[in-house]
């Protein structure tokens, strides 16, 4: 099921087996703990870091009863652990696991192993707003990683993400372009590892407003990955992305593909609830809105607000920001009671905000106005108000 992309049926086949192997398993055996690891890690790739942690900390409970503290098969579940800390914002204790691994890694000789782990630490660090200190680890990575080396590669790509923070905008290009080089002429072993480089080095081209640039290594990353077992969840998210920026830069008719693609795939993977689904639905609206059929697009943006609402709460900006959409539609439509009752929902939800969202109130109320005069006839009445989303100008 994981192979083929279906990660959110994978994992309740990964609890079965867990709990059966808890009945009829010695309660120290390697057996077990690596069940419980197998399912930390099936909870972890659907994003359930909440559910994954315990678990995770039951497979390094048996790992160090019988390997020890600073056993290299302790540092495997550690490993799994900093996933979970991090998923969860709790980037300190991540940290602390982290460097565990590290003095296990290094104790060992494993090079390209503390490589690894030392990019994920200094990745934690940029988190916690020390990127001086994860500056200097990935110098070191730099200096005992080969020029060649994928390791290296990483290293560039976690530095150009420090640069871009600093608005160094070219001194961070040029670090991914050297790590382009490398991850073009290096044929890796581990696929996922070089689609994630790939991704992350477009969304850094993206955030420097690199559009063509992002959207072609995006399309690169989806061709590399083709064919290969247990991806779907990045090519679904890279789908997504592509069509949010083909939405962006106007080429609706190519967004709209990609959209689909992504929601198929990101509902296999991560469930029907996951967030980036609901944000893929909304998407797919906006398009819709964009091609002039506004009928069809309150289909997804009701599938979009009912998954962003229950991710993030009523008084989210995206939650509250899906509501205009359907106001938008409804005003198209000229269903201007409907656009009217979806304003009003529109306003009562920045209301419950607090003080802080006078400026989006008194929007709220000038577009209700412009709804009131629409229904009656007023040619200087401008709305619907809608169009296409604006990247955010801190990521």
């Given at each position: 099921k994981t192979a083929i992309g279906r990660r959110w049926d994978a994992v309740a086949s990964f609890q079965r087996a867990l709990e059966l192997k808890c009945r009829f398993l010695n309660a120290g055996s390697a057996e077990l703990g690596d069940a419980y690891r197998d399912a930390a890690e099936a909870y972890e790739g659907v994003l359930c870091f909440d559910k994954a942690l315990p678990l995770c900390l039951k497979a390094l409970e048996i790992a160090e009863k019988r390997s020890g503290e600073g056993s290299a098969e302790a540092a495997k579940v550690r490993r799994i652990l900093v996933v979970a800390y991090t998923g969860m914002g709790r980037n300190?204790?991540?940290?602390?696991?982290?460097?565990?691994?590290?003095?296990?890694?290094?104790?060992?000789?494993?090079?390209?192993?503390l490589s690894l782990v030392?990019?994920?630490?200094?990745?934690?660090?940029?988190?916690?707003?020390?990127?001086?200190?994860?500056?200097n680890?990935?110098?070191?990575?730099?200096?005992?990683?080969?020029?060649?080396?994928?390791?290296?590669?990483?290293?560039f790509v976690a530095m150009a993400k420090i640069l871009c923070s600093e608005d160094r905008s070219s001194d961070s290009t040029r670090c991914l372009e050297i790590a382009r080089e490398t991850l073009d002429a290096k044929r890796?072993?581990?696929?996922?590892?070089?689609?994630?480089?790939?991704?992350?080095?477009?969304?850094?081209?993206?955030?420097?407003?690199?559009?063509?640039?992002?959207?072609?290594?995006?399309?690169?990353?989806?061709?590399?990955?083709?064919?290969?077992?247990?991806?779907?969840h990045i090519q679904g998210s890279i789908s997504a992305r592509m069509g949010f920026l083909l939405l962006l830069t106007k080429r609706i008719d190519e967004s709209v593909p990609f959209l689909e693609k992504a929601i198929e795939k990101l509902k296999n993977c991560f469930g029907p609830l996951h967030f980036g689904l609901g944000f893929a639905y909304k998407h797919l609206g906006e398009a819709y809105i964009e091609m002039g059929q506004p009928e069809s697009s309150l289909k997804f943006f009701g599938l979009a607000s009912d998954i962003i609402n229950a991710a993030f709460g009523p008084k989210h900006e995206d939650s509250i920001e899906i509501i205009q959409c359907i106001a938008n539609a409804y005003g198209l439509m000229g269903s201007y009671k409907y656009?009217?009752?979806?304003?009003?929902?529109?306003?009562?939800?920045?209301?419950?905000?607090g003080p802080g969202s006078a400026y989006e109130i008194r929007e709220a109320h000038r577009l209700l106005e412009q709804i009131r005069k629409k229904a009656e006839g007023s040619p200087s009445a401008v709305f619907p108000a809608n169009s296409l989303p604006v990247l955010p100008e801190n990521r």
């Open positions: 300190e204790e991540a940290l602390e696991q982290n460097e565990l691994v590290r003095m296990e890694y290094e104790r060992l000789g494993l090079d390209a192993e030392e990019i994920d630490g200094a990745s934690l660090r940029i988190l916690l707003g020390r990127t001086e200190d994860a500056m680890d990935l110098k070191k990575v730099m200096k005992r990683a080969s020029k060649e080396s994928e390791e290296r590669a990483l290293a890796s072993v581990n696929t996922e590892r070089v689609a994630g480089a790939y991704t992350e080095i477009s969304m850094l081209y993206e955030s420097m407003n690199e559009f063509e640039m992002s959207l072609c290594l995006m399309k690169k990353t989806l061709a590399f990955l083709e064919g290969a077992s247990g991806m779907q656009a009217m009752d979806f304003q009003q929902r529109v306003i009562d939800a920045y209301e419950s905000c």
